[in-house]
Every structure is written in structure tokens, then in C-alpha cells.
């Protein structure tokens, strides 16, 4: 009975979730290990061999999501790296956009952080192609060569080649990482036509050089990983997962590290669409909240919303993920005052430690934590009575920072939930009304440790009608990471325009694309049947800055091909923006781009046994506004099974969230265990 | 009862207020980045030259308000009775801004928000189009010496009628621009961010109601006040704080004689009070240097120098409860109709650099050096495909050296703006970028030196007509308490060739043939401190990194560097004992000491 793996680390818990082809779940949880996060996933997959009768040979494949990519980026735990650029462009990182962040009068009050790279590591090499591709200079390769022994004499064994218009033609890049290679074996070197063949030398630049100083420490991570593997006699393939949403086998991932950075909340993501997929949902927002920060995503047709760009700390990273709004607003987030009495919640934290006032741990300043064990909505015992909340020390933080601003604590428990709530709508917003979509015609799924908290009165601010509570909401990444294809992107920039666009060049560049994904995915060993091309184009009008991508249909590249990709831009920008100039403006194309899926087998999740009655465990005071505190329903999630039904108010608790639902609101489990909520604006609306 | 009072009684409590202040700055970001992601004109996508703002039904500016213009115009314009739901209005006639724009090319769209009926409030978006008609592409022309020379003047007119567009005026207005399809893109995306922020103010209306709202948006205003008068002033003593610089004009108009503009203000801080007054700032130009703005207009700019005593603050219109201005008629800053105003950017960047002066006085030199960090300019050519394009270039420049921190280098002064990449430049335009980096020995020395600036050498491959609108190409950024001045600009025209011309500050049209190059310079930021003070292992950093040269270790910081690039210790001790530390607040550097020399500018206020 082969079962496939997913396993997600995360700051608290590795999470392993088994689900075999009868849809039979197991699922692990062991502590992390952040000093070596490989340490956790080898206890995990320990402890499933042991659970599961040691037959390491019903492992048919290992998927896994990590953080160690984004963590190395946000620590800064960078080793010296060098770079080499094209003469006359060596300060390109040092000048990045020459922006300032912030408003009127940042300039007077914000550095400029570090560089990734210490400029007199940059070295430049005479060459030069023109925006074509054309050469103008030749490649200089005495000079390179003598770069090259530069680094080495320095023993800087990481090296980004980022030369001007590389995207346009990569020979020279491809020439000097042969002469680096040659010069000093063993060096990682990132070259940007193959990392990013984008226009944009900046953000080129900054990818290229994230993903050579990813690749010797996911590189390491993964030998780890396959070294543990191996010594508990997992021959199974490992998969690790990236930001946009899929896999790649280990051993081309760490070719492209950048590429995993944000594979975490890609991967809850994932998860969602593939429970609604199961349950007969396609349109949906994903609503993930943990500790310190709350992520969205929208999800339409299946598919999750992508975008070409992500900022990580300072640095944009140009890598297909997908489009992920994240702003900090977690359990932990803290109530502080700025200049003025503002009352702020979020993004400072109390973090792990000392964490919530009352965690007991010595903290004392009120976050969002405190405000709802105080107001009830959180119970005193989570984690099946593991940690136990005080709530004399919420109520005194609440007391004491309330003062300051003549709120009692109850006032300010309900304050801080409800500022909390609206930088969350902010988010949702962002993800939905910013792009051109309604949220009232989307389902909203609850994910993460706090995320059923909220999920449920967001949805009455937003007008969502429904909002659906997974079976294990804590376990969304690793999920996500069992159910995910094995995805291989790439990308082109070809800028074309409409009137005069040459149709062979495009069948020539896509078939470039398609001949790269296909060779990535038979390396993985996928036959033809078992792979799916999606042919996709940046389009915009010409003259705007921001492009929108546009799938294009099945079929030959011909002209009617191609105006039809141009014709469906209108829609997609009347769609985005809310106008479009069909027959009035020109269009121009800019890059070509190409996701290559290895299919792997479905898994569907198993119907459980249903005809159990809603019977509550307890009753206790719970807070609502505007009426006050109301004894409410307290549900076990375990005895809720499929077919039963219940209105709130009420709380349904379970080992790893709790979940509110309003007065007025009505509950129901479907056949697969999701806990489904119909809100009392979708009532009135329908 | 007025606002106030029922705002005394009924104080709103702080969590409304929260939910209804944060509401209206996601409002602003959502309509900003809704004009970034539609607009076309380059100087809004990546110079990132627009601004949106939410102004309560008195026309009050409540959200963060660094560069929105102003509501008045409508009703100046309309009775009440006549404004109907849906209406859109347009205008960019600095003379009928009411104050708040300041060139044509700022085209301003304004949608009031009627709730039930009654005006409660306004949004608004404007931004700078790349071009609106007038004496040479892109609509920037120094030469124009009066406002009609400039381009289309809009009126505050409905563009908008109860929802159905005057078609014949938003064509009209398209086809007045040399590329009218970016104004479309920029007028339609402007007119969509006003929808979506009335979309979002009316939800607000519709939770909590006109008059929660009415105290709501009095006590966001005040508390923006209350942070100036309580955090910020009680940092500056009280006192008379002049301070004066100038605006370049040599050479750039034959009907404007002057070479040098005198700007200049005299900030007072009493009590809980600061008022600035531009008092002997010089007449109003011919040249298209000129401003016709109002105090509100010039205190949301000068507003922003008090960042550094009063962080994480929103300065919304309720600064000009706390900051006054005092403007002198027809000066360049309170400039009369038809005075032209196209170039008017350095006289308007120039201003919170000279306010910031006079603090600097006031703290004793604990604020930055100067930094002047936008430098622009731009050619009208033809495309591969035949076409007229115009591309505007704007580079960055160093930021101020400050206690503790150097300044930072290449930094774009406009808000959030960002430089052009060379790979954008070459893939639309006919232009090759040959070098693109760091200025040497640009920076403002100091014990934390100035930021710097940035050199580019463009080579134009098809023929075209260049324009420069910059300035510090005689005169050079302050440095402060020791610091000295960063480097000043440059423009020359094939450098280093028999051809060699050096261009000036203003200049509307110099024809340029396929092969020839332009090499930019600009500004470093003004130093901060005594660089005899700097860390002498900082500064062979510096030189290790390419960053200064040796000549100027060893004349500007007193440092000598051996040859392995280390600091040779008892050389550098030797010449640092020569050293004598200046006793002036502010170095102006050489170039204004030239200028002094050869009596073309003279000082009213010491240095």
C-alpha cells in the first residue's frame, strides 16, 4: 500500500502527513529542529517507519517544503560572494532603483542596508550585447580567466554572473561560467540567463545572486536529507517545493535554490485548492494566520493567482510564486501606541518568546492572543491540554496598556480584535478587490493555528458567504506538499508588438520553452502522458509597466493563435482594472513563459463515516459584538462527522486551532470532514 | 455645536478612530498602486510622479498628505446644488488650483463622494503625464515665458457628468498631447483610482455614519498637529533660524537676466508654533522656474524635514495647525498669472532642503547634510519602427551624511521613484548605455560623508533633440557641521573628443546626432561632521572600494593610504595634525566660493 509523503518545518513543529491510494491519512507531528531543521524531518520520518511497521519500501515518494532558503535571507546569513558583470556596470546592486522606501522625509531617516554583495567583490569582464542580442563588444575570456583566479585566490566559491541584456542571449554568460568552473573547480556559480532571462538587470541581478549563495546551503540541506534517507532505507524519490506552487526532484532544485524560497505558504496554498477541488470548490481565498503574520491567496478555477515578483526583506526576487499577500497580523501581534496615541496592533510581535501575556512566559504587553482568550472566543487549554492560557494575565496586560487610553480591558480586547481584523480584510482586499474580484463570490478557507479564530467574522466584514474549516487546519504546508505536481517554469522576454508581431519567431521561442521543460521533467523520469504544457504571455499595452499574463490556447502557433492570445488581453485587463481599449490601443508582448507539470497519481481524500448529532462538550461565556458575552456551544471537532449541523453561536475546538462562529452564522461537516459555514451576509445575500 | 466641541464631549473613542484612519491610508495605497499599474507615462510608472489623496467634505487633506493638491476648485467653480453623484472633475491650471498644483503636465482628477445625497468627501489622483502640447516634447520647457507657451490649460471642469464622460472633452484633452495614448492610459487610470476611493470612503459612511466620520476625520487632522506640537517642537528651541540658497537660471532664458535666484526663509519656532517665512525670497521669474502655491500646498512639503523627531507619524492637512508660511507676493514662490511655471522642480525640490537649513541652525547641525537627489533629463527621437518617442531620463543622487550614518548613496528623491534600468532604456528607445554607477569622489566629505552621486553615459543611436532640467550645475549641496559640500551636476555632450560641449542647467533643445554620447553626473550628498574626524579605516574602505580616490584620502580626509590600500598610520597622523576645523555651521563648498569671488551671489545670512 504505497503511501506518498509531505513534510513541511516549520519555527515550532515538522508536520508529516501520509496519504495512501485509499486515501488513509497518518499524520506526524515532532518538534523542530532550527539548528539543523534536516534533524526534524529524519525524526519524522522515523516516527512514521515505526507507526507504520518499518516498511520503508511503501514510500513511494517524499515531497518537502522548507524554510531554509527564507530564513538564510532574512537572518542575512550570507557568505562573501562575488559577482561579475559587464565593464561599466559594476555598482548595479549598489545602486539598486535608488529608491527610498516610505513617505515625504524618509530620505532624512532611512539607510540604505547592506549590500548582498561587498563591492570590491564585483568584478567586471569587457563584453557587451546589444537589446537583441547582437554582440557589440566580444567576450573578453583572457579577462574572465583572470577574474576567475581573482575569486579563487580569495576563496570566494560563490559567484553571480549577471551581464547587460543577458536575457536577450546567454552565450556570454554561459562562456564565463566555463572559465570560472575551469579556473576553480567546485565553485557555485548562478548565471542569469538561465536564473531569470528577464529584462530588468536589477532584479536580475539580485536573483542571480540569491540563488548562488541558496545553492551550497540548500545543496547541503539536501544531501542531508538524502542522507538520512538512505540510512533508514527510504529509496523513495525527494521532491522539494518551490514558490510557485509544485515540485522539482531534489537534485534540479538545488540548481535553481531561488526558486524555493517562498515554498512555505505556496504550499498551504496548494493544499487548499486541492480540498476544494475534493469538495466541489474551484473559487477561493485562502486565509492562512500563525503566529506572527496572516498570508492570503486568491485561488480561481482550481488555479492559485501567480505573480513574477516577491520582495523578500529588501531584496525583489523575480521568481514565478505564487501571489501571496502577507501582512503582520498574527496571535502574537502586540497593541503599541505611536506619536499621537495611535493605537496600533501588529506587525511587532511578541514572537515565540515571551510570546502572549498569557502564555506565562513573562510577557506583559497585550496581543491579539490575549484579547481572545480573554474574550473567550479562545479557550484555557489548547493542544489537547498541552499549553495552558492564563487568563488573569491577559486581563492584566489588557488593564494596564487600556489605561493609557481610558479603555477598560474589555474595551480593548474588543479594540484590538477588531484592529487586527481590519489590517486582515486589508489583506484579503488586497488579493481580491485590488485585482478586479469580488470576494463575495469566493469561498474563504481558514488555515494555520489562529486562522479559524478569525476566518468567520472576517467573512461577515467581507461579505463572503462561505467559509470552509479544513479537517486540519495546522497542517495546510505539508499538505500541500503531498499533493503537489512536479512544476518546472520558464521564461522568456521577447518583446513583440501586436501589429507587426512575427508568428514564427514565437512558435520558435516557445518551442525553445517547451524543449527546456520537457528535458527538466524527463529527467524526472516523466513519460509524455504524464506531462502538461501551459503556454502563458506577459502582455500589457504599450507604454504600461506592469504586464498581465495571459494563457494562451491549445494549439499550433499561428496567427490566428496569436491574435487570439492578443484578443483575450482585453478581457483580462477589463477583468484586472475594470476598462480595457479592444480596438483602440496596441498591445506588445514581453515575455513568453511556460510551466511544465509532471503529473503525479491523484490522491482524493476518503469519505468518512457520516450520521453523528452535534452535541456540545461545554458552554461557556463568549464575547460577540455588539451584544456582549452569551453562553455558547463548546464542540469537540472529533465528534463532529459528516451530516452534522449546528448554528452559532458556537466554538468548535480541536488539537490544533479553535474555530468562532457568529450568531446568526449556520455550520455543517461535509462528507470529508470540512467543516463548512454559511455566514449570515451570504443568507441575506442569496 | 461645532466639530470641536462635540469632539470634547463626545470623544471618539481611540479604536473607531484607528479603524477609520487606517481604513482611509489603505484607501490611498489601494488608489496608488491602481494609477502604478495602469498608467503609461514614464515619469508616473517608474519616477513614480503621482500622488492620491482622501479630503473630507470641507476639503480638508486626511490622508498622508506629502504631495496631493487640493478640492477647493470645484466648489470655487460649481454651486453645491449643481454637483451631482458620479460627477468627475479636471483641472491642471495652476492658477485655478486654489494653490495646489504647479505645472501643466500635473493633471489632476477629482471625484467628490455624495452619501445620501450630501457632500461628505473627496478623492483624488494626479499625476505627471509625459506630455501635454506646448513649446517642445514632454511639455518641460524653460524658455516659455508665459503659461500659455506651456501646453493645454484645463480649467476645473466636469469631465465626468453624473457618471456619463464628456467624450468631447477627454478627446480633446488626449489630442492636445503629442502621445496621446499615454494621457489616455494616465487620465483613465487616474479616473479609476478616484472610483475605487470613493468606493471605499462611501463603505466607511455606510459603517459609521456622517457624524462619527465628521469627528473622526477632525481628530485624525489634530492628532497629525499633536504629534508636531508635542514630540516634535518641544526638541527645537525657540529662536529666529534664517536660512537661503539659490536656484540657477545662467544662460537659460534671454528674457530673464538674473543668473542666480535667491531663495530664502526664516523659520521661528515659539511655543508650540513654527512658522516659516519666505521673506526676501527673490521676484518671479520669466524663466519657467516659477510657483503659485498656497501655505497648505508648501506646508505638506516642508512638513516631512521633522520626520527624523517624529517617526512613525501620518502628516496629513493637519500640519498647518502647527507650521505656518508666510509668503511675500510675486516671488518665485507665490508666482502671478502667466507666469510660467513648467520647470518649477528645482525651485520645488529645493525647498525642504532649505527649511531644512534653517533646523539645522536651530538643532546646531544635528540634521543630515543636504541631499539633491533628482537630476533629469530627456530626448524627443524616433524608434525603430519610425515612430517619435520621448524618453525621461531621472537619475539619483547622494543623501545627506547624518550623525552616526553616512549618507546613502544613489538615492531617487521622489517619493518611492526609481531609476530607469538600462535594459528598459535599451529595449524601447534608441539609446546604449556605455556606463551606469557610482560618481568617484562625489560624496560630501564628513566624519559620515555624504552618499554619492551617480555618472551615466548614454550614446544615442538615432538622431533627437535633448532637454536638461537640473540644477547645482554651478552651485554644489551642503554639507553641515563640519561636513563639507557633496559634488555638483554635469551634463556634457561627447566627452573627452574635440566635439566636447558642456550643456547647462535649463536647457530645452540641443540636437544630438546618432553616435554622439551624454555623460551625466550628479550630485553627491553633503557631508556631516569634520572628515579629519572620519575613521581612517573607513576611508581606505572607501578607496579600497573605488568609492573616493587617493588624492582625495589624503586632501579631503587627511588620510594616506599605502600601497597595499591599508592606512599608513603615521603618515595619515602627520597630516590630519595640519589640520585646522572650519567654524562654519555650513560649507557650500567651492563652487559657490567662486561665485562669491566673482560677485555674482552674495550671502544675506552667514553660513
Known sequence: MPFRIGIDSGGTFTDLLAIDEHGNTRVIKVPSTPASPDLGVRNALAAFLKETGDDAGAIEAVLH???????????????PMGMLVTQGFSHIVEMARQTVPGERGSIYVWVKPPRIVPLANVREVPERIDARGGVITPFDEAAARAQARWFRERNIDTVAVCFINAYADGAHERRAREILLEEYPGCHVAISSETLPEYREYERAITTCMSALLMPLLGDYVRKIQGHMAELSIAAPLYMMKSGGGASRADLAVEQPVHTALSGPAAAVVGSAWLGRNCGRSELITFDMGGTSTDVALIENGRPAMVSEVEVDVYPIRTPAIDVVTVGAGGGSLAWLAPGERLQVGPRSAGADPGPACYGRGGTEPTITDANVFLGRLGTKLAGGAVTLNVDLARDALTRFGAQLGLSALELARGIVEIGEMNMADAIRQASVQKGRDPRLFTLTAGGGAGPLHACGL???????EVLIPPSPGIGCSLGALVSDVREDVVMTDIQREEDADVARLHRNFGKLEARATEALERQGFAAK????????????????????????????????VAAMFDAFHDVHQQSYGYAYRGKQKIEVVNLRLTGLGKLRELRPKAMQGGGVATPTATREVYFAPDGFRPTPIYARATLTPGTAFAGPAIVEQYDTTTVIHPGQRARVDDQGNLIVATAAGAHAS | MNVVQRLRNSRIDPITLEI?????????????????????????????????????????????????????????????????DGDVFVWNDPFKSAGGLTHLPDICITQPVLWRGKLVAYAQAFGHVSDVGGLAPGSVTISATDIHQEGIIIPPVKLVNAGKINDALYRTIINNSRYPSDVQGDLDALIMACRVGVARVRGLFDRYGEETLEIAFEELLERCARALRDVAFPQIPDGTYPFEDFVEIAGAVPAETRNYLRLKVTMTK??????????????????AINIAGDERFYVKYIVSIFRNLVPDTIFNGGATRAISVKLPEGTLLSAKYPASASCRAYTLFRLPELCLGALSRALDGRTPGSSDTRSTWGVATTNAYGERVFFRDGIGGGGGGRAGFDGSDALNGNVRGRSRPVEFMEAHYPLLVEEDGLRVDSAGPGKFRGGQGVRRVTRFLA????????????????????????????????????????????????AVKAGDRLEAQTCGGGGWGDPFARDPTKVATDVGEGRISRDAALTDYGVVIAVDGTVDA??????????????????????????????EIRWTVPN
Open chain 1, 65 to 79: 517544503g522548507t524554510t531554509v532558503a527564507v530564513n538564510a535571507i532574512l537572518q542575512r546569513k550570507f557568505r
Open chain 1, 459 to 465: 467573512a461577515e466584514t467581507l461579505r463572503i458567504p
Open chain 1, 530 to 561: 504524464d506531462r502538461v504544457m501551459i503556454r502563458s504571455a506577459d502582455l500589457r499595452y504599450r507604454g504600461m509597466r506592469t504586464e498581465l499574463n495571459v494563457i494562451l490556447p491549445a494549439g499550433a502557433i499561428d496567427a490566428a493563435l
Open chain 2, 20 to 84: 477609520v484612519g487606517g481604513t482611509i491610508e489603505a484607501t490611498r495605497r489601494e488608489m496608488e498602486l491602481q494609477v502604478e499599474r495602469t498608467a503609461r507615462s514614464v515619469v508616473i510608472r517608474e519616477g513614480r510622479d503621482y500622488r492620491a489623496g482622501i479630503f473630507d467634505g470641507q476639503g480638508r487633506n486626511v490622508s498622508s498628505a506629502s504631495g496631493a493638491a487640493h478640492v477647493d476648485p470645484i466648489l470655487d467653480n460649481y454651486p453645491l446644488a449643481e454637483l451631482e
Open chain 2, 270 to 287: 515659539q511655543g508650540d508654533h513654527v512658522t516659516f517665512d519666505f521673506d526676501g525670497t527673490d521676484a518671479q521669474s520669466k524663466a
Open chain 2, 463 to 510: 538622431p533627437g533633440v535633448i532637454h536638461v532640467v537640473d540644477d547645482r550645475l554651478q552651485t554644489q549641496p551642503w554639507g553641515v557641521a563640519g561636513g563639507k559640500a557633496g559634488a555638483g551636476t554635469s551634463y556634457v555632450l561627447n566627452p573627452g573628443t574635440p566635439q566636447e560641449r558642456r550643456i547647462g542647467c535649463k536647457v530645452d533643445a540641443v
Open chain 2, 570 to 599: 603615521a603618515a595619515t597622523k602627520a597630516a590630519r595634525l595640519k589640520h585646522t576645523a572650519s567654524n562654519a555651521l555650513f560649507d557650500r563648498g567651492t563652487r559657490f566660493g567662486a561665485l562669491e569671488s566673482a560677485g
